[in-house]
């Protein structure tokens, strides 16, 4: 019996060793009666321990477990705290000043579209040379302020033109766009960060641009 | 091909995990979570009583299983519920042994174990007896030897959790496989 090579057995036994250190065990074993018997035994030990099955306590240990499951558990979903829900209010005037807006564009659109087989020649609105569309609401627009009294001033000198009923569309449409300008003034005046009243105040100044381009070309086209 | 076909550690929990006990006990359903407790009690304090040589096995299985509770968020299924299971119950032993601070001198005494233990009892049951020289080995080789040839984790795998060598692990388990075989005969 050599203790080289008997410290190898578990070794081979367990495929650890090189293709060479393995040929040199082989080699020992098939001339060694002892090394070969006690790599039965360690066999037989292997063998025994992979045949061992679980075995219950001789108490159920469950009475000791079930009162400590309590406390803090890790990746346990902690919910976020419940958010303050923020509530969002609008005065009185805000509210009249929307429900205007929203009457202005709606009546706008019923306008244009009962008009506008007659003014099929009307330029389309992006084609004139007017100022941008886009018009910052809480900003003053000299331009803008200009395009709409020229555009005033030419449907004043054009409405003996155009029939008397559609004067009163127009008249009353850009009275109620004038009106929910100022109420959104109004309203901003208390709330200038109000990013809804902004909205809108731009919104209908450029619905009362629109309107009143449409309404002069249509006062061109009669004339 | 010498080569033992060892059982994984994968291999030795039971293949089948009620996932809708998982689920609910991880919920905080701890009904559920007996059930689970029931299904692996058997194996898990098997486990840590042939690890710890029996001393304080029951507490340290119910200390496993209240682990797991706490940890039970943290299992995403990667591997089966009973792996997960059986290598926290590893690591939970570990870390008792960790707390003694012989543990590492152990590693190395108990060459004369040979000559100390005993000869086979002449039970009826010899899985018992083999039990009982089981728990007469030296710590250090008797908690290799558990998990090498009866749980079936790799070297690499005992020496990581161990903290020592794979050459450590290897040597601890040849000796125990030699001072067991010598209670076979």
């Known amino acids: ?223 | 091909m010498e080569a033992l076909a060892l059982r994984s550690p994968a291999e030795s929990v039971p293949a089948a995990e009620p996932m809708s006990d998982v689920a609910r006990a991880a919920a905080g359903d701890a009904r559920a979570f007996e059930a689970l407790y029931r299904t692996h009690l058997p194996r898990v304090n098997s486990l840590v009583r042939r690890m710890t040589a029996g001393r304080d096995a029951d507490e340290l299985t119910q200390d496993v299983f209240v682990r797991v509770w706490q940890k039970l968020g943290t299992f995403r299924g990667d591997s089966s519920f009973g792996t997960w299971l059986h290598r926290l119950a590893v690591n939970v032993v570990i870390e008792r042994f960790r707390t003694d601070q012989a543990r590492r001198a152990r590693m190395h005494d108990g060459e004369d174990i040979f000559e100390v233990l005993p000869a086979p009892a002449v039970t009826r049951d010899i899985g018992m007896d083999f039990e009982a020289a089981l728990e007469r080995l030296p710590d250090g080789a008797r908690e290799i030897f558990v998990l090498h040839d009866v749980e079936g984790y790799k070297h690499h795998e005992i020496a990581s959790m161990l903290e020592i060598s794979a050459g450590t692990s290897k040597a601890q388990l040849h000796r125990a496989r030699m001072m067991l075989r010598k209670h076979l005969k």
């Not at chain 1, 080289?4 to 040199?24: F, I, K, V």
């Not at chain 1, 080699?27 to 075995?55: F, K, M, Q």
């Open chain 1, 1 to 223: 019996m050599n203790e080289h090579y008997t410290d190898q057995l578990s070794d081979y036994l367990d495929d650890e060793l090189t293709p060479g250190e393995r040929a040199m065990v082989e080699s020992h074993l098939a001339v060694c009666r002892d090394c070969s018997s006690t790599l039965e035994e360690l066999r037989a030990v292997v063998a025994r321990a992979g045949a061992l099955l679980p075995r219950l306590p001789a108490n159920d240990l469950w009475p000791g477990i079930e009162p400590r499951l309590t406390g803090p558990r890790d990746g346990q979903v902690v919910p976020f705290k419940a958010r303050t829900s923020r509530r969002v209010s609008f005065t009185l005037p805000q509210l009249v000043a929307a429900g205007i807006a929203l009457m202005v564009m709606s009546g706008g659109g019923v306008w244009v579209l009962q008009h506008g087989g007659r003014a099929t020649s009307l330029p389309p609105v992006a084609a004139t040379n007017e100022p941008p569309s886009v018009v910052p609401a809480s900003s003053v627009n000299p331009r803008y302020d200009e395009a709409i009294a020229d555009l005033e001033q030419a449907l004043r000198a054009g409405r003996g033109d155009l029939d008397p009923a559609t004067v009163r569309i127009l008249e009353a449409n850009i009275d109620a766009i004038d009106k929910a300008i100022a109420e959104c003034r109004a309203a901003l005046d208390a709330d200038p960060a109000n990013v809804y009243l902004n909205s809108h105040l731009a919104e209908a100044r450029q619905r009362k641009l629109a309107l009143l381009r449409r309404a002069t070309a249509l006062v061109g086209g009669k004339s």
